[in-house]
């Protein structure tokens, strides 16, 4: 029974450059969520979508950040461009309403 | 700020002792749910707890609620070298639909 499945498990790029992080939910799950984690701020809520809507994207930090959900199995989470404070672990998760939610195992990502 | 406040920060135990740990919050809730990171894993889905519950319990895992302190406990009995993780809490709120905000865990190391 596959989990929340992302990729890449590591980045390392320059800052100035895209990075683009993917993740598949399980199937049948409607919500998908970002998270970014750090030592410094914790766990923080960047967006979520529910049936492929962007529902929201409060926690997102500025412009250079973007998520997308083309379809209900595929989101996306972009930065362009990187800078070195974006450098953390951001995790995927997905849920039904009401249940707990299922975590992928994260992208941990470091801008140079 | 978050809404879950994890007490204390970190706790180191023997094996066969009790680990317990606790959480503030600071609006009502619909529920609350604890998880457990695995260092460079996702966050797994130990319990959740209905605003209307006071108690549950699931294997060695026990978890308390108290509205009117607006506090949650998880206690694991018996601990494992296993048991070596991070524990969230995380508070499903009224008025947040089904996003969680997650407190900044609490750090336990099992000492075999």
């Known amino acids: 029974d596959a989990g929340v499945i992302q990729s890449p498990r590591h980045e390392v790029t320059e800052m100035g450059q895209e990075v683009t992080l993917r993740c598949k939910p399980i199937s049948g799950h409607d919500y998908l969520f970002w998270y970014r984690q750090t030592m410094m701020r914790g766990l923080e809520l960047l967006i979520y979508f529910n049936n492929n809507v962007p529902i929201d994207d409060s926690g997102m930090p500025e412009d250079r950040f973007s998520a997308k959900m083309p379809n209900a199995s595929f989101s996306t989470l972009k930065i362009q461009p990187s800078e070195p404070r974006d450098s953390a672990v951001y995790f995927c998760?997905?849920?039904?309403?009401?249940?707990?939610?299922?975590f992928g195992d994260g992208t941990r990502l470091s801008i140079l | 700020s978050q809404q879950g406040e994890e007490d204390p920060q970190a706790l180191s135990i023997q094996e066969g002792e009790n680990a317990t740990m606790n959480c503030s919050y600071k609006?009502?809730?619909?529920?609350l749910q604890w998880y457990r990171q695995n260092s460079g894993r996702g966050l797994v889905h130990l319990i959740l707890i209905r605003s209307n519950e006071r108690e549950k319990h699931s294997g060695r895992l026990r978890v308390t609620l108290d509205t009117s302190k607006k506090s949650s406990s998880l206690l694991i009995t018996a601990s494992r070298a296993a048991d070596t993780a991070s524990y969230f809490c995380a508070t499903d709120a009224a008025a947040a639909g089904n996003k969680l905000t997650f407190g900044g865990g609490t750090r336990v190391l099992v000492k075999p």
């Open positions: 998760a997905s849920t039904s309403w009401g249940q707990p939610q299922h």
């Open positions: 609006t009502s809730i619909n529920n």
